[in-house]
């Protein structure tokens, strides 16, 4: 690693991270109620999204940096505007909200909400452009199936992909009214994170299982998968290397009584063909919740349990590197 800096504003565990489309921005979401934005090149912080009334599970940002939407578990899935840091609409959902995405063209967003209060797991379609109350879809998950976990947009607006408890991952969808397309168990335990790559034709799946799986999107096949000895709470695919990075560790209530060392908080790059891995980072003092690359590929953050995320420069060694089949 070529360099590493921390950002530190969060007074509770980090729950995902985000980066915008040109990546000079970066998004961390957290359980204390506020998310914030930084400046990727040098961590500065630019501020803080302040309208929550409980921990923040999920956050995403269009395309273009001009909203931001936020789930938390005050069952409110918020739309905001990225760069005033005000409120443009809240979406009050029945139940808290595990993850939150916006579509392709940056007008549709969803949102999968949790089986909590009497109220089943649901995915939620809404254009941005009207009001709250107007919804484009709405599918039920449970009792059909476990509760949904986590989601992510699939090329044009035209699908939405979601990761569930007892480790299914379903496609819908959305230009029929959420139809299921494709459904299969790809792992044995909870789906805690999906991302796609960068042309979208393929997604990692983390799973409790202590794997990573690499799906085709067109024909919803497995592809490859990625071993460890810990579950998996994230990974995230390289848009510069044949490469998948993964985070998690031992659980967090377990983490008091374990060393760092013990409880394998360290994240882990893998070859994307051959399944290998190649090389780890040790640095957080928690479980990691949330990796993500950006959109360069020459750098990645990682935001753990601890409160911390780390944001780690690649040396020249990697950017240079050329494998050879």
């Not at 408890?165 to 397309?181: A, F, K, N, S, T």
Request: proline letters at 3%.
């Amino acid at each position: 690693m070529k360099s590493v800096f921390f950002l530190h504003g969060h007074e509770r565990a980090i729950t995902q991270i985000k980066y915008n489309f040109e990546g000079d921005l970066l998004f961390t979401a957290s359980k204390d109620k506020e998310p914030n934005v930084w400046y990727s090149v040098n961590g500065e912080r630019l501020g803080s999204y302040k309208g929550h009334q409980g921990g923040v599970w999920t956050i995403d940002v269009s395309w273009d940096s001009r909203h931001l939407i936020s789930g938390a578990g005050d069952c409110n899935c918020i739309l905001w505007d990225c760069e005033r840091g005000t409120i443009i609409n809240t979406f009050l959902r029945g139940s808290p909200v595990r993850s939150c995405g916006f579509g392709y063209s940056g007008n549709l967003m969803a949102c999968v909400t949790d089986k909590a209060m009497n109220h089943n797991s649901e995915l939620w379609i809404h254009d941005i452009r009207a009001s709250p109350e107007t919804e484009v879809a709405r599918m039920g998950i449970t009792p059909a199936m476990a509760a949904g976990r986590c989601m992510v947009w699939g090329p044009l607006d035209e699908t939405v992909v979601t990761g569930h408890q007892d480790g299914w991952i379903v496609q819908w969808d959305i230009r029929e009214g959420g139809r299921i397309l494709n459904k299969k168990d790809f792992h044995d335990k909870q789906v805690n994170d999906i991302q796609m790559n960068k042309d979208m034709t393929l997604l990692v799946s983390a799973s409790l299982d202590n794997t990573a799986k690499l799906i085709d999107l067109e024909s919803f096949e497995h592809v490859k998968t990625y071993k460890t000895d810990r579950p998996v709470n994230s990974a995230a695919i390289s848009p510069l290397h044949d490469y998948v990075l993964v985070g998690g560790g031992q659980e967090a209530m377990r983490v008091t009584t374990t060393s760092a060392q013990q409880g394998k908080f360290d994240a882990k790059f893998f070859h994307m063909i051959y399944e290998d891995q190649f090389a780890s980072v040790k640095d957080h003092f928690g479980p990691i919740n949330s990796v993500a690359f950006h959109p360069d590929g020459k750098s990645y953050t990682s935001g753990g349990e601890d409160g911390y995320a780390r944001v780690h420069y690649f040396g020249d060694d990697y950017l240079k590197y050329d494998f050879d089949y």
